[in-house]
């Protein structure tokens, strides 16, 4: 007779492979990084530049440059540029972050003849049109309005806004920003930022010598520029915060958004893999302590999760929630305790070993196809480090303590610090 | 090309297997064949609440989620208004849990009164973050009425309002768990680092001793053909003005289904499709406008949702989108533009195969339309369709009195 109340053999995780990249430098100075594997007659291949602020203030200009890249060059119009990647069933994705822009093609190999030296004419030819850019600024206003509706974008800005300050990562846009972006200022940026030395071109799936012989003849040997540097950008300086509380009152709302955290540690941080274990125990998984308490036991909302994000010039710690309105408070109060619990209780053996299962469990799943090796190389390359940075996650997941886990708590995580923002009813 | 072997159990339970040695990881997919269209009209968002209620515990497990992550595990699932699916993903070395804590739902819940009375509340607050608090939100809650009046369509996944949620009962969920959730309602797919035989033994040995329940026929009210243009205006607290044109359409195993989605490429899909082209960029009338189908199983929606731009005038919007509709009616559509939302077709079927958690899905969704080997056949099905079904299509669709016609108008724009 089968007995269902034993749970089957458990077999461990301890380790996993990862693809290393074939790393060719080309003469010009992009960085070309390969990561060739998979059945599938298809690549995914990525333009990734620095992003450079001519001021701080300017993450908008960012942001518009790298969207309206694809809105014409002097030989191809918008139209026949949207044409041509649409016609040979390929995507092509600018995509703008924090700290780099990057533009994405994912194809089959038998269109790339068709579509590289499409992607070589926009990265160096792009020409922002002035009536595509009135068209960008029209849409981008008309999106901004409706997401300002949305009490969680709202609480995500006023975070960012109060925990970064006057930086390119703390700078919200307004409707009436979007007016001020001109076309002369998206050329100069351009000419500063889309440049060899500022790149790095990672190619993952099924990458053939003839895909290589192709990329290094268009993007590493008939791409040349006069000033072969880096271009120059200075850090932002970042104030300390302190544990403020931001309040923004809706009076129609039914529920409240609500994002607490602090300035964290960065990836190159000794303590970085720990305190994702730390993070993950608290609000980065199903079972995590918040969601066990917050909407398993007490049904205050739908969703509350915690997250640990390293940029290139800093990081951040943050816990997020969409509340019913009564609850505001009491869900703040329940934050609270749980971040005490893990200061002053040690963790349980069985739930710590658990999140370390968990945690190995998901290494292991997110490696699922050449992409998601590609992008474990990438988190690891803009910080700075290298694939070996992962033997050390594994070791420190393997081996963390509940003291230990108890110390980054009370290293890291302060309740009273941290800037804590509501949208939506807060006295109720 | 995904491959599969495929077995029954003898208490009717499907199973099926695609191995894929190039993953470390496995997936299985349980999907039950339950949505909300099985729901009674006073009861309705229950298919949902009961997938959350899969989750607090079964006969023999009290907490589905521990276990599952103690062997790094991720697990989900979602309800259409068609299906329930669930799916757990982990190391294929511990393939054997995703066996015991899924065969155990199967057999029985906890049914928890605890469980209930948090679920009740944690679904009314994912009502309100999805569907209430935020501008636009409640679409779906008018356009489903406006444009189903008999088939269950006519309400969302999530319920037609929170108080169908609030009173729910356990008796209810007990009736509901006996009529939908057994093996001969179900199709398990095993995807991954996984042999057939392996999971053969294991699917006997966990699912095997499930007693078969009585496969309960499904009897829905066909939608009665719509007669007359339907419409909805409302002023509402949005930043923008908003429309939204629902078409009755092809059932998912209509002939016209792959015309009708090939149509909605054409329209919306990409940034060289028509409507984003002619009424985004080159007549400057809309900030955004987007096409899709619905993808049920039974009769579909085809429906396109765009915000003019603050000077366009409501009735101009509208009369624009028509002249786009009416444009694939009249003419012909060249073999150029053809050909082109073909070609997006077979490459986005390429990239599917990535995904070992997507051909799980994928396989067991075909087998519930009737044979998962047509997931393979799929692509031919699209290239076979011709300019001159594109325009028959198109022409069965695009009419006005096939038409339910949403509009929000901004408070502040009133």
Known sequence: ?428 | MVTFNRFTLANGLRVLVHEDAATPMAVVNLLYNVGARDEHPDQTGFAHLFEHLMFGGSIHIPNYDAPSQAVGAQNNAFTSNDITNYYITLPAANLETAFWLESDRMLGLAFSEKSLEVQRNVVCEEFKQRYLNQPYGDAWLRLRPLAYKVHPYRWATIGKELAHIEQANMADVKAFFAKHYHPGNAILVVAGNVGTDQVKELATKWFGPIPAGRVYARNLPAEPKQEEARREVVKADVPLNSIYIAFHGPARLDEGYYAMDLISDMLSRGSSSRLYRRLVKEEELFSEINAYQTGSLDANLFVIEGKPLPHVAIEAAEQVIWSELDRLRMEQVEPYELNKVKNRIESTMVFAELAILEKAMNLAYFELLGDAEKFNHEVERYLAVSAADIQQQAQQLFRKENSSTLIYIAKSHA
């Open chain 1, 1 to 428: 007779m089968l007995d269902r109340t034993l749970p089957p053999a458990y077999h461990p995780v301890t380790d996993f492979k990862l693809l290393k990249p074939l790393h060719i430098p080309f003469p010009n100075g992009v960085q070309t990084f390969v990561f060739n594997a998979g059945d599938q007659d298809l690549v995914r291949i990525e333009w990734i530049f620095g992003n450079v602020f001519a001021q701080e203030d300017q993450s908008l200009l960012n942001s518009c440059a790298s969207e309206l890249l694809l809105e014409g060059t002097t030989k191809y119009s918008s139209k026949q540029i949207a044409e041509l990647v649409d016609f040979h069933g390929a995507f092509l994705v600018p995509e703008y972050g924090y700290d780099q822009s990057a533009l994405t093609l994912f194809s089959l190999n038998k269109h790339l003849d068709q579509l590289l030296p499409l992607v070589k004419n926009i990265l160096t030819d792009a020409i922002f049109p002035e009536r595509e850019l009135a068209t960008y600024i029209r849409n981008n206003k008309q999106k901004l309005q409706v997401s300002l509706k949305k009490n969680s974008f709202v609480a995500r800005r006023l975070f960012n806004k109060t925990l970064f300050g006057p930086t390119r990562y703390g700078y919200i846009p307004d409707v009436p920003d979007y007016d001020r972006i001109a076309r002369e200022a998206l050329l100069a940026l351009f000419k500063q930022q889309y440049t060899p030395a500022n790149c790095t071109l990672i190619v993952s799936g099924k990458v053939t010598d003839g895909v290589i012989d192709a990329l290094r003849q268009l993007f590493g040997d008939s791409w040349q520029l006069a000033d072969k540097a880096i271009p120059v950008d200075p850090a932002p300086k970042f104030a300390p915060t302190e544990g403020l509380l931001v309040v923004d009152e809706r009076k129609d709302a039914l529920q409240s958004a609500i994002r607490l955290g602090s300035q964290s540690i960065q990836r190159s941080h000794p303590d970085f893999p720990g305190l994702q274990v730390l993070n993950t125990l608290l609000g980065g998984y199903f079972g995590s302590r918040l969601m066990t308490n917050i909407r398993e036991e007490k049904g205050y909302t739908y969703s509350i999760g915690s997250g640990l994000a390293s940029l290139r010039h800093s990081a951040f710690f943050t816990i997020s929630s969409e509340v019913g309105v009564a609850v505001t408070k009491a869900t703040l109060a329940e934050i609270e305790k749980e971040i005490q619990r893990l200061r002053e209780e040690p963790v349980e053996e069985s739930e710590l070993a658990l999140v370390k299962n968990y945690l190995m469990g998901s290494m292991l799943g997110s490696l699922e196809n050449v992409f998601s090796h590609a992008d474990k190389f990438k988190t690891v390359y803009f910080s700075g480090l290298g694939l070996e940075y992962y033997d050390y996650y594994s070791d420190t997941i393997n081996s963390i303590t509940a003291e230990e886990i108890a110390r980054l708590a009370n290293t890291y995580l302060n309740y009273q610090n941290m800037i804590k923002v509501i949208v939506g009813k807060y006295e109720s």
